[in-house]
């Protein structure tokens, strides 16, 4: 079946220090690619996406690259802020019959210190 | 633009009690919705999805259930509940229903069932 694979966390960062959050999917046809964030106690919000090979989602200052060829969708910021502390979840859609079901990785949890 | 809503926002219930959660979408028609799972430290687990009025579909037999007595409605229920089923509920809708289908988050629902 479907799944979704992220670096196991906690990830601790200094404000302005780079971020990467890896990511690797198993599907069958070629999903599209979702991060989203979750600040705390609230709900989930779209990050960015991208729906074919080689597509780059990026908003906010996140980037990320659909790279068919690794089967991954690693998230990256060149200057991460105290701001951007949250879980952060990677998840496919493998269209066909699913009605667009969604399949989530585990979330890693990024703190940023001031 | 759209807008989801869930209630209540938080949950105390004694095991074996009855479980009401509600959710809406506003300004759209038609929306796919569907209801996730957080438990404590862990992933989304995908519940129910529906398509249309009276259309459920489960993910996860368990002892919660769902209904979509209106277009824009969603509710998640159960008779009894189990310690097991603590955790954050999160309702979510989509427009399409390819693989490029975004799905939009409430702000959950935290049970605690003790």
């Known amino acids: 079946g479907d799944s979704v694979t992220q670096m196991e966390g906690p990830v601790t960062l200094s404000e302005e220090a780079f971020l990467t959050i890896n990511c690797t999917y198993t599907?069958?046809?070629?999903?599209?690619l979702f991060w989203y964030v979750q600040y705390p106690g609230e709900g989930l919000q779209l990050l960015l996406k991208?729906?074919?090979?080689?597509d780059k989602g990026s908003n906010k200052g996140f980037e990320a690259t659909y790279r068919k060829e690794t089967t991954s969708f690693h998230l990256e910021k060149g200057s991460v802020q105290v701001s951007d502390s949250a879980v952060y979840f990677c998840?496919?859609?493998?269209?066909?019959?699913?009605?667009?079901?969604?399949?989530f990785g585990q979330g890693t949890i990024l703190t940023v210190h001031p | 633009s759209q807008t989801i809503h869930q209630w209540p926002a938080t949950l105390v219930q004694p095991v074996g009690s009855p479980l009401s959660l509600e959710c809406t979408v506003e300004?759209?028609?038609?929306?796919?919705l569907y209801w996730y799972r957080q438990a404590a430290g862990r992933g989304l687990q995908l519940l129910f999805y529906?398509?249309?009025?009276?259309?459920i579909s489960s993910e996860v037999p368990q002892n919660l259930s769902a209904s979509r007595p209106q277009d824009r409605q969603f509710i998640l229920s159960s008779k009894k509940l189990l310690l097991s089923d603590s955790g954050f509920y999160l309702c979510?809708?989509?427009?399409?229903?390819?693989?490029?289908?975004?799905?939009?988050f409430g702000p959950g629902t935290r049970l605690t069932v003790l």
């Open positions: 991208a729906t074919k090979a080689d």
């Open positions: 998840a496919l859609n493998a269209g066909g019959t699913s009605y667009g079901k969604l399949t």
């Open positions: 300004g759209t028609s038609n929306p796919n």
């Open positions: 599907a069958t046809g070629y999903p599209s």
């Open positions: 529906s398509v249309g009025i009276g259309q």
């Open positions: 979510a809708w989509s427009v399409e229903r390819t693989y490029t289908d975004t799905q939009y």
